[in-house]
């Protein structure tokens, strides 16, 4: 190896044929943003190949899973290999399970900068700029006959800077690491780097994020490799729309207005990344049972709200979802009234005072008929859980059968 600097892309986790999740009334102005999505995070991360003039790309599978994804991704692909191929920027793929379905990848005639593992063995190719090696490249994609081992690439580590593509993270904790300086990890939507330093291990997660759950950041690496061999890793975001749980405090008493103050201030903050963005919004703090907000009512206004004042904007903050942590600890008056409420908070209460006492769904629902693989999953027996399903019991009790108690501050119109 000529001992130069290079750089280097490693991508992965596309998934060309997933759609965004968690969107249960997703608003038309935004359809095309969200179904395209995936494609506009994958084109980033082509973008940016280009853009920091690397030496070639490193994808560690799940790109697409061809039998669904259809004609659109695989085109969408080849358009972009060739893009970087006018560039000469190579392409190393190792293909994964889902990118190896039916094998339809190999009947693609696929730009001649792009190179795609063999499947039966790891495969070792070297990486030239003009005449001087640079790198070797070691790799195998998937193959029902065999899973993935760490052993397989080191017992063909010969000296130089070599990397490692796995299209998933295999026994990198259990086998030795040296003689590989990095292993280009793939297999994750969520980015992560097991180990650093003389030898790095990595994997940059999938270009965007998919549900809720998938907050953050997401993008490629860019690989710098010093002279010396050195390794440096800098994230670059792709997503073309980001996810966000945002919790905000609202103290019981105040008026609804301070909380929509601190909910604008917030949405200004999100608009500030000049990115369009989905919104799960958490409303929690002391005392807040004697807010508006503990009516589903008011939720539901505050909402629309939002979604009318930011949810059309450049870029657009799309609230999803406008919640209240349920109590902690039912109230002594709500226990003690003489009313539905107080009935049903009660029995609420005594569910939670004795945790021995066993409490059975089916017998809740009645007569109607359960999906058999429900059936099992009737017994509340995990303590986390059973505690859950109570405290939204009671918060649902408080939103149906405690009357409009509002305070006289608290009737600030939704637009405040």
């Given at each position: 190896m000529s001992g130069q600097s290079f750089r280097f892309i490693h991508a992965g986790s596309f998934h060309l044929e997933g759609t965004l999740a968690g969107i249960s009334d997703a608003p038309e102005h935004m359809l095309e943003l969200l179904v395209n999505a995936p494609y506009e995070a994958a084109e980033n991360v082509f973008?940016?190949?280009?853009?920091?003039?690397?030496?070639?790309?490193?994808?560690?599978?799940?790109?697409?899973?061809?039998?669904?994804?259809?004609?659109?991704?695989?085109?969408?692909?080849?358009?972009?290999?060739?893009?970087l191929g006018e560039r000469g920027i190579s392409i190393y793929w190792a293909a994964s399970e889902i990118d190896s379905r039916e094998d339809c990848i190999r009947m693609i005639e696929w730009p001649a900068n792009v190179r795609i593992f063999e499947s039966?063995?790891?495969?070792?190719?070297?990486?030239?700029?003009?005449?001087?090696?640079?790198?070797?490249?070691?790799?195998?994609?998937?193959?029902?006959?065999?899973?993935?081992?760490?052993?397989?690439?080191?017992?063909?580590?010969?000296?130089?800077?070599?990397?490692?593509v796995l299209h998933e993270r295999a026994d990198l904790f259990n086998e030795p690491r040296q003689g590989i300086e990095y292993w280009a990890v793939g297999g994750s939507k969520v980015p992560d780097t097991p180990f650093s330093g003389i030898v790095t291990a990595h994997c940059p997660g999938s270009p965007q994020g998919f549900c809720p759950a998938e907050t953050g950041n997401h993008g490629c690496t860019l690989v710098s490799v010093g002279s010396d061999g050195e390794t440096r890793l800098r994230m670059i975001e792709t997503d073309a729309v980001s996810w966000y749980?945002?919790?905000?405090?609202?103290?019981?008493?105040?008026?609804?207005?301070?909380?929509?103050?601190?909910?604008?201030?917030?949405?200004?903050?999100?608009?500030?990344?000049?990115?369009?963005?989905?919104?799960?919004?958490?409303?929690?703090?002391?005392?807040?049972?004697?807010?508006?907000?503990?009516?589903?009512?008011?939720?539901?206004?505050?909402?629309?709200?939002?979604?009318?004042?930011?949810?059309?904007?450049?870029?657009p903050i799309w609230s999803l979802s406008l919640n209240l942590d349920p109590p902690h600890a039912l109230r002594a008056?709500?226990?003690?009234?003489?009313?539905?409420?107080?009935?049903?908070?009660?029995?609420?209460?005594?569910?939670?005072?004795?945790?021995?006492?066993?409490?059975?769904?089916?017998?809740?629902?009645g007569d109607h008929q359960l999906p058999a693989r429900l059936q099992s999953e009737t017994w509340l027996t995990d303590p986390f859980e059973r505690d859950e399903v109570l405290r939204q019991a009671a918060l649902l009790g408080l939103d149906l059968l405690r009357g409009d108690d509002r305070m006289p501050h608290e009737t600030a119109s939704s637009s405040s």
């Amino acid at each position: 190896m000529s001992g130069q600097s290079f750089r280097f892309i490693h991508a992965g986790s596309f998934h060309l044929e997933g759609t965004l999740a968690g969107i249960s009334d997703a608003p038309e102005h935004m359809l095309e943003l969200l179904v395209n999505a995936p494609y506009e995070a994958a084109e980033n991360v082509f973008q940016a190949a280009i853009r920091e003039e690397v030496d070639f790309v490193v994808l560690a599978g799940d790109l697409l899973d061809p039998t669904h994804a259809g004609p659109r991704a695989v085109a969408f692909l080849r358009k972009q290999f060739e893009k970087l191929g006018e560039r000469g920027i190579s392409i190393y793929w190792a293909a994964s399970e889902i990118d190896s379905r039916e094998d339809c990848i190999r009947m693609i005639e696929w730009p001649a900068n792009v190179r795609i593992f063999e499947s039966d063995k790891v495969e070792q190719l070297t990486h030239f700029r003009g005449e001087h090696a640079i790198a070797d490249l070691l790799g195998r994609s998937w193959t029902s006959q065999r899973s993935l081992r760490a052993g397989e690439y080191l017992s063909l580590s010969v000296g130089g800077y070599q990397i490692a593509v796995l299209h998933e993270r295999a026994d990198l904790f259990n086998e030795p690491r040296q003689g590989i300086e990095y292993w280009a990890v793939g297999g994750s939507k969520v980015p992560d780097t097991p180990f650093s330093g003389i030898v790095t291990a990595h994997c940059p997660g999938s270009p965007q994020g998919f549900c809720p759950a998938e907050t953050g950041n997401h993008g490629c690496t860019l690989v710098s490799v010093g002279s010396d061999g050195e390794t440096r890793l800098r994230m670059i975001e792709t997503d073309a729309v980001s996810w966000y749980q945002e919790q905000i405090d609202v103290a019981g008493g105040s008026a609804r207005s301070e909380a929509h103050n601190e909910l604008r201030s917030r949405v200004r903050t999100l608009a500030e990344q000049d990115q369009a963005a989905l919104v799960n919004w958490q409303l929690s703090g002391i005392g807040r049972f004697d807010s508006p907000f503990a009516q589903s009512k008011q939720r539901t206004e505050t909402l629309n709200w939002l979604r009318r004042e930011y949810g059309f904007a450049t870029p657009p903050i799309w609230s999803l979802s406008l919640n209240l942590d349920p109590p902690h600890a039912l109230r002594a008056e709500w226990c003690e009234e003489d009313s539905i409420m107080g009935d049903y908070m009660r029995v609420v209460s005594g569910y939670q005072e004795h945790d021995e006492r066993p409490i059975e769904l089916r017998s809740l629902i009645g007569d109607h008929q359960l999906p058999a693989r429900l059936q099992s999953e009737t017994w509340l027996t995990d303590p986390f859980e059973r505690d859950e399903v109570l405290r939204q019991a009671a918060l649902l009790g408080l939103d149906l059968l405690r009357g409009d108690d509002r305070m006289p501050h608290e009737t600030a119109s939704s637009s405040s």
